[in-house]
Structures are given as structure tokens and as C-alpha cells.
């Protein structure tokens, strides 16, 4: 039975792949040849959305991934020479209501801002200041 259920998950699993060369579960890696750094669960805070992903921290980059089964599709990478500063957030009932502080704020050079909900917080930043000082 577990069989017939996975097989009938599995087309709806590589949906949110970018290419059909890449096996299910290659999808969860990180692409970077580097060393990865840190790495973990996390939660992109888009609008009032939250995307579900794993968080990479690389030698010269930080990677963002969504999960195979989440509807909402988000990948991109910051190269660490274009953030200008990590710092503490607040994750936000309805972006009003402080709730939780788990949430890193990362904010580039050009003026973007990525908020990410992660485990050990202070060690992520900690990681991406130390990388960034370099």
C-alpha cells in the first residue's frame, strides 16, 4: 500500500523540479559545489505568506529552496558579497502582532529585504556576519 501511494505522489512530487534529469530526492541538495556551511528548515516570509524550504549557507552564498510538495514555487540564491546586514526579527501574527522572535532579516545592498523563520537564529547570523566580514 505504501508503494501504491508513493507511486501515485511521485509525479506530483517532481512538479517543482527544473529539470527532468534530476532524481526526487537530488532535489533537497544543495547545487553549490562549496562546502555547505549550516543548513536547515525554514520559512520565507513573503508578504503575509510564509514559503516552507531549506536554508543553505555556502562559502560564498546563501540558497533558498522550496519543498517538493509545497504549491508555492521559490528558489534563489544571495551571494553573500551583496548583504549589507543580518539582524534579529520578530515573526509577525497577520505582519501586525510580534508572536514569535525566531525570524533572521537579511537586507542587501540593492535595497531587498529577506525574512526567513529558522531554527538557531543567533547561530545563523552569527555564521552569515562572520562569512561576511571575511
Do not use: C
Not at 44 to 66: P, V, W
Not at 70 to 80: P, R, T, V, W
Amino acid at each position: 500500500m505504501k508503494k501504491f501511494i508513493l507511486l501515485w505522489f511521485l509525479p506530483f512530487m517532481m512538479l517543482g523540479q527544473d529539470s527532468p534529469n534530476e532524481s526526487v530526492f537530488d532535489f533537497m541538495k544543495s547545487k553549490s559545489k562549496k562546502n555547505i556551511i549550516m543548513k536547515s528548515s525554514a520559512h520565507y516570509k513573503k508578504g503575509f505568506s510564509q514559503i516552507e524550504g531549506k536554508l543553505y549557507l555556502t562559502d560564498d552564498k546563501l540558497e533558498f529552496k522550496t519543498l517538493m510538495v509545497s504549491i508555492q514555487s521559490e528558489k534563489f540564491d544571495i551571494n553573500l558579497e551583496n548583504i549589507s546586514s543580518v539582524s534579529a526579527a520578530w515573526t509577525k501574527f497577520f505582519g501586525l502582532f510580534p508572536l514569535l522572535p525566531n525570524s533572521i532579516l537579511i537586507k542587501t545592498k540593492n535595497d531587498k529585504s529577506y525574512k526567513f523563520a529558522v531554527k538557531r537564529r543567533k547561530k545563523w547570523i552569527n555564521s552569515i556576519n562572520n562569512l561576511i566580514v571575511k
